[in-house]
């Protein structure tokens, strides 16, 4: 079975920072560097948003409103991807979820569901106060 775990979210002001991480492991020869990998975020009275992905050869991608302040990377030795965010806003307050699929093709950037996803995590809450 595998699992994914986020972590490093909390309270900062406007303009602070934080770097979040998701965890994943599995059974013995599990390698999330199979994976693509998400975060998305999900606000009150908001759907899911799509944040940022990694593919499985490193490239990467953000939503028109973090790109230049977020920065995803994936650390395949340790089974980790790290989201670090700069420069946070109060509109970025929202619960991050880690998610991952093994499947080519398309990136998935319009989830309506973290089920939309092979693997998912419970999330990390945050919040920006301004």
């Known amino acids: 079975q595998v699992s994914i775990v986020e972590s490093g979210g909390g309270s900062v002001q406007a303009g602070g920072s934080l770097r979040l991480t998701c965890a994943a492991s599995?059974?013995?020869?599990?390698?999330?560097?199979?994976?693509?990998v998400y975060w998305v975020r999900h606000s009150p009275g908001k759907g899911l948003d799509w944040v940022s992905d990694i593919s499985v050869s490193g490239n990467t991608f953000y939503a028109d409103s973090v790109n230049q302040r977020f920065t995803i990377t994936r650390e395949n030795g340790k089974n980790m991807v790290y989201l670090q965010m700069n420069n946070l806003k109060s509109n970025d307050t929202a619960m991050y979820y880690c998610?991952?699929?093994?499947?080519?093709?398309?990136?998935?950037?319009?989830?309506?569901?973290?089920?939309?996803?092979?693997?998912w995590g419970q999330g990390t809450q945050v919040t920006v106060s301004s």
């Open positions: 599995g059974y013995r020869d599990f390698r999330f560097s199979r994976y693509r």
């Open positions: 998610a991952a699929e093994r499947r080519g093709g398309t990136a998935l950037r319009k989830p309506l569901s973290l089920r939309d996803y092979e693997l």
